[in-house]
């Protein structure tokens, strides 16, 4: 009785401040702003898988297609402001040599298809990852010169698989907001409302995809990082299973003019790579090419006979300080669960978790247990030269080197290091709880459909108030489950929504074929005004 009192307070208190905030905002930027205009180039509408077969049988080339996609990043950027370090120059090159390596016939179809699934097609990374001689400065004027020596993992493992790097994608400071926004490369818009954001941190990525310029790209989700962008701008992602994708060679937390740092750094244990885009099979394409040297046995072509599968959702999760779930997307969650219950002749089963009551408190108290030294971890050494102090004093003149988040983070993180310390078993025993819960919920054969957030893409300076929506994600984080979010639509506004599809460890090539049937009935990527 008296949490729910507590509850309850907590929703009118909060929902109050977040109203007047909204309404304050709405006065701001009165109205709807500037929506991208649609891409209607041919080859702007094909998906990465597609655009590879063409290249490899010769019916398209690689530098046209390259080309097109140069010309609609010039096209948006005005509009969303998302990409970071381009590369059109290198990229045209490349897709030259790869014209000249298809007609020369040099290798067979087949052999292309196994060594180099992706052939000729370009992609973006977010601009945490290390690309080699390119700069890597996580959007912070503190390493505005700094310039990568060596690739990330994965974005090494695209490149061997023939795809062509065409831009790096705009982050948050240091990676450290839900609002993609920063001193190097400024702020970066939502293609479907100029006003609105595309979320963080991956929001560059997102914004970039939605507008028609990527097919494909790689983010980073540490609390939902590619699963809340992709929500708001409503396009396809996955966030795999824990250790699936390598996740090493990103900045933060490592140096991008240092080799890789041994032991990896703990915060990489809530951390996953994983693939962003505008049509779902391009989530298998690229999850077998991420995942090829984990030694983990995952067939991502795996045939899905939806009449065997079970299906659990969830609603919403009650926690204090967390909005209630959109009506759009409480009924993008009922139109999913009514279809695949007729569609395939099963019986959906409704869940609830009071146990994530406190789901919020326990997703910052494990991030303060892997992040022990902010500075360090942030900045990539704990004897840096910065001295957050005087930068925060220097803040108030509007003088300070980082924007004030980071600033907070470094000055303050020692407050809540002191309330969590003696709740460090308790929320280790809750984050078990959880794993435990979710074990008996999911097998083989059953995945659970559920809010991906449950706000529609907010204001910009927003989402400084929605920071507790993060619990809908951020614990398929700590227990390092799977999960693929799927758009669902648009509303009378024209502004995207989705659900995230969440399955057993491993069996991300589940989640990844429901995303896809799901695409098939909903028509998934609807480009922006649309309606």
Known sequence: MKKTFLYWIF????????????????????????????????LLLKSATQLAREIRNGKIKSEEVVQAYIERILEVEPYINATGERCFEDALTKAREVDSLVVSGNHSKEFLLKEKPLLGVPFSVKHQFMVKDLPCTSGCKLFENL??????????????????????????????????????????????????????????????????????????????SVRIPAHFTGIFSHKPTRDLV????????????????????????????????????????SMRILSFNNGIKTNFDKQVDFRKIKVRYLKEIRSPGVPPVHKDIANALKKAVYYLENHYNITAEEVKMPLLYDAMRCIMGTLHRYVKNPKETLLGSKDSDFNEKKDFLKSFIGKSVLNFTNLAILNFSFISEWYMHDKVSYYEKMSEDWSTEFNKLLDENTVLLMPTSPVIA?????????????????????????????????????????????GRANNDALTIACAIELEKAFGGWKSPGEL
């Open 11 to 42: 929703q009118i208190f909060f929902g109050c401040i977040r109203f007047l905030w909204h309404c304050i905002l709405s006065l701001k930027y009165g109205g709807k702003g500037k929506v991208v205009s649609p891409a209607t180039k041919p």
């Open 458 to 502: 907010p204001y910009h300076s927003e989402s400084t108030l929605l920071i507790p929506i993060v619990c809908y994600s951020g614990i398929f984080n700590i227990t390092g489950l799977p999960v693929t979010h799927c758009p669902m639509g648009l509303t009378k506004k024209g502004l995207p929504y989705g659900i995230q599809i969440v």
């Open 246 to 285: 390598s996740n090493e060679g990103c900045f933060p937390p490592e140096s991008p003019d240092k080799p890789p740092k041994l032991p990896k750094p703990d915060i990489y244990k809530i951390v996953s790579t994983g693939p962003m885009c505008r049509y779902a099979e391009d989530l298998v394409i």
């Open 147 to 224: 310039i990568a020596v060596r690739d990330a993992p994965a974005v090494a493992m695209m490149k061997k698989a023939g795809a062509i790097l065409i831009t790096t994608t705009n982050i948050p400071e240091l990676t450290t907001d839900l609002e993609t926004n920063n001193e190097l490369y400024g702020r970066t818009k939502n293609p479907y409302d100029a006003n609105r954001t595309s979320g963080g941190t991956s929001g560059g990525e997102a914004a970039l995809i939605a507008a028609g310029g990527s097919v494909l790209g790689l983010g980073t989700d540490s609390l939902g």
